[in-house]
């Protein structure tokens, strides 16, 4: 089994700052995509970027220019650092990572979800 646990979301002002972590382990042998995910109160899952193993990147519109998705290999994880927040990024924020394991099977997983509140 694998496991993805986000860390680094809580409670910021309009305007602040937040990094969020997500930590994959398990029999792993390596990791393709990693990308982070977010559901609003009332609103579907929807993608808020992805970067792949190589380091290219993409990101939601409405994020782009505030939000940068990074990753480090060495340590299985993926990070989100937000700029800029509105209240309208207030949401859960999932993990989600494409995953060959140590056998050569591939699998996909989700995190648990990190609650991200943007209020004054």
């Known amino acids: 089994q694998v496991q993805l646990v986000e860390s680094g979301g809580g409670l910021v002002q309009p305007g602040g700052s937040l990094r969020l972590s997500c930590a994959a382990s398990?029999?792993?042998?390596?990791?393709?995509?990693m990308a982070w995910y977010r559901r609003a109160p009332g609103k579907q899952r929807e993608l808020v970027a992805a970067?792949?193993?190589?380091?290219?990147?993409n990101y939601a519109d409405s994020v782009k220019g505030r939000f940068t998705i990074s990753r480090d290999n060495a340590k299985n994880t993926v990070y989100l650092h937000m700029n800029s927040l509105k209240p309208e990024d207030t949401a859960v924020y999932y993990c989600?990572?494409?995953?060959?394991?140590?056998?050569?099977?591939?699998?996909?997983?989700w995190g648990q979800g990190t609650q991200v509140t943007v209020s004054s």
């Open positions: 989600n990572a494409d995953i060959t394991m140590n056998w050569g099977s591939y699998h996909n997983y």
């Open positions: 398990g029999s792993i042998r390596s990791i393709n995509a």
């Open positions: 970067i792949t193993s190589g380091g290219s990147t």
